[in-house]
Each structure stands twice: as C-alpha cells, then as structure tokens.
C-alpha cells in the first residue's frame, strides 16, 4: 500500500458512525510470543534497523529522541497514540515500550469508509509481521462518534503529532483533547506537535492550509481541562515563511504542486520549498491536574 498523506486521512474521519474502538491486532489469532525481557533504550529504538531508510531520513525535522523525551516518554509506561498513520512514531514506541513491560494504545481512525479501512488494515498487517517487536499494540479508534481511546484513568502519556489542523477541519478537535484527557491518569501528559501558524492573525476554524496559531492549540488544552506544562522549540524551523501556495503540503514530505483534487503540475517549481525543509511545528507538553 502506498504510504496516504495525513490531510488525505481526513477524509475519513468526516464520515459519521462506525465502530467505537477496532479489536486488537492478534484477536482471534495464535497469541504472539512474548516481549523481549531486556530493557531498550529510546535511542536504540529511534536507531532500530526495522525503521524504513525513508522515515529515518525524517529524523532531522521530527527530532524523536528530544520530543518523545520532553513529553517524558519512560520504560514500561502506558502511551495512547492518536492516528498513528502509517506508524512513524509506532516503529520507536512500540518496541520502547515491549521490551520493557509497557502498554500502547493506538487510537486510529474509525473504519467509516474504504480510506480509514485500508489505513488501520495496512497498520494491522504492519504489527502482525513482527508480533515480538512490537508486542501487544492494541488499537482503539478516534473519530466523531468514537468511545474511549484507552480505559479511563490508565495513561500515562497520549500523543499526537501534526494531527489537530485534521481535527479542526473534521469539527471533532474539541472531542480529541476531552477523550485525551479522560483517558490520562491525573498528572499525566498529552503531548502535541502540530504546524504553526505566525502569532497575532484570526485562526481559520479549519485550518485550511495546515496552519494552526500555537496560543489556539493551548486555549483548547485549558478548555479540556489540562495545563500548559512546557512548550519546547524543538521542532522549530525559522526558514518556514507558511505563504505558500498550497499550505503547508507545499513543503516536503508531501510537495504539492497543485490544489488538492487536481493534477500534479509538472512545471512548479518546488526547489524554494525544498530549501525550506518541512514545517515549523510546535511542541507542547500539558498535563492533567493531580
């Protein structure tokens, strides 16, 4: 399966109803053998040689090892990742977490239409290929009419990146940080990264080009309940001047050259957008009161 931009993930979650959590990747299978006893480093995870040669590349713009560290990511710890996509983050927390006796949840997307079926299925059969790597990832849904992303009170970290701008354009940013929330134990972290958007303009309610004004994102955390902890520039980039002429898909990974639905134009010049590199995000860290 081809890897599915995360905008083109959105489509999915615009579909009401469906399944409130999807089962766990190994029901109705021959139990997967157990987890590695040995403790596993974040750094050794981040350089695990089953991540793709393409997504290691990522590194110097995602920054896994500072940004998993700042929201305080620890051995045996229980984490809910929120749309995990094709599993970018899931190929460091999983086995993370595996070989030390931790949990993860991966919230993905409701099964409402063939796009989010063929997502979570291509993560399913990803986790299914190497069941002592990764060990037992259960995946659980999020999207507009989904239940609880992880039994109430049981995480100690949930996670998102780059996915609120989705959230917001979908109408079901306000139910992403309230399931967050509920599922945190009390002093537990969300943490978010997320494409941000120059200070001081009115935030589109849709964020249509991907953009979103960091003190919006943290009005929405206070709303939910939580407290802004920290936020890190970790995953700044100043080259990013957020004008251009797709939104932030102008930019790699994706490299748009033409607006969405119509074909590619072979004669855009994405070389400026390449100099630029990807996004400039925000890192936030909230945590849920005590």
Request: aromatic share 8%; hydrophobic share 40%.
């Amino acid at each position: 399966m081809s890897r599915l931009t995360r905008r083109g993930l959105l489509l999915s979650s615009l579909a009401a109803g469906g399944a409130a959590a999807l089962t766990g990747c190994n029901r109705g299978e021959e139990a997967a053998p157990a987890a590695p006893a040995s403790a596993m480093t974040l750094e050794e995870a981040v350089a695990g040689d089953w991540r793709e040669a393409q997504d290691k590349a990522r590194d110097v713009w995602r920054h896994p090892v500072e940004t998993l560290g700042f929201f305080g990511l620890k051995p045996g710890m229980t984490v809910v990742e929120i749309w995990p996509g094709a599993g970018w983050y899931t190929d460091i927390l999983a086995p993370f977490l595996a070989a030390s006796g931790g949990k993860l949840y991966a919230a993905n997307l409701q099964p409402n239409d063939p796009i989010a079926i063929e997502v979570v299925e291509a993560y399913r059969q990803k986790l299914r290929a190497k069941p002592r790597l990764y060990g037992d990832v259960e995946i659980t849904a999020f999207g507009a009419t989904s239940g609880p992303m992880a039994p109430a009170g049981s995480a100690d970290l949930v996670l998102t990146a780059r996915n609120i701008h989705n959230w917001m354009a979908a109408g079901i940013v306000d139910k992403a940080f309230s399931d967050a929330f509920a599922a945190l134990k009390p002093g537990g972290v969300f943490g978010v990264v997320e494409h941000r958007a120059n200070p001081g303009g009115v935030q589109d309610p849709t964020a249509a080009d991907g953009y979103v004004e960091q003190a919006y994102v943290i009005r929405l955390a206070q709303e939910a309940g939580f407290i802004l902890d920290q936020a890190s520039e970790i995953n700044a980039n100043p080259r990013d001047t957020k004008d251009h002429p797709f939104g932030v898909w102008t930019l790699p990974p994706v490299r748009r050259t033409s607006a969405r639905g119509e074909p590619a134009d072979p004669a855009f010049d994405s070389s400026p957008y390449e100099a630029i590199g990807e996004s400039d995000r925000m890192t936030l860290r909230f945590i849920k009161p005590t």
